[in-house]
């Protein structure tokens, strides 16, 4: 069968939509500023991880997940590397979003956390694969990912990144 493959989980780095779209008014999503991102992203799979038998549907498909990537709105830079050091509660969903190396920080954070324990449950890991450069080069991308990242699930303008 397929016991070795895995899927790739993909978070979207934008605002998410607070009402109507696709999602049904049970599903809204409520984030004012990065640290509720992070929270709605870690949260659940921390709680399916600690007491499976309340989540089960969660932590069947984390059985299956082999790593997390990040996509973001490449156009979106700041001048320098030098992020405010703020934390992500004072980052609202705004032009005033932190760039991609801030975040990635905080994913790759909580990304060890939840390995750590999912590790000592006997359950499998989680990989920190970014994309990087998909569709604009930036060093910044490139730099932070091999700083953090496992690997890059894509990384197509990589090339013109120097």
């Known amino acids: 069968g397929y016991a070795c493959n895995r899927w790739v989980a993909q978070i979207q780095r934008r605002a998410p939509t607070t009402t109507g779209g696709d999602q049904d008014e049970d599903d809204d999503?409520?984030?004012?500023?990065v640290e509720d991102q992070l929270r709605n992203i870690f949260e659940p799979l921390f709680r399916a991880t600690i007491d499976p038998s309340n989540h089960p549907a969660l932590a069947e498909v984390l059985k299956n997940v082999g790593a997390i990537n990040i996509t973001s709105d490449e156009a979106f830079r700041r001048r320098n590397l030098h992020s405010d050091e703020r934390p992500p509660a004072t980052f609202a969903w705004s032009d005033d979003r932190p760039?991609?190396?801030?975040f990635f920080y905080y994913v790759w954070a909580n990304l060890c956390n939840l390995n750590a324990l999912r590790k000592r449950k006997?359950?499998?890991t989680i990989q920190f694969r970014p994309t990087c450069g998909e569709s604009t080069p930036h060093w910044d991308q490139c730099v932070v990912s091999y700083l953090l990242a496992d690997s890059i699930t894509q990384g197509i303008k990589l090339s013109e990144s120097w």
């Open 29 to 33: 999503v409520q984030c004012q500023n």
């Open 99 to 102: 760039d991609d190396y801030y």
């Open 122 to 124: 006997g359950l499998n």
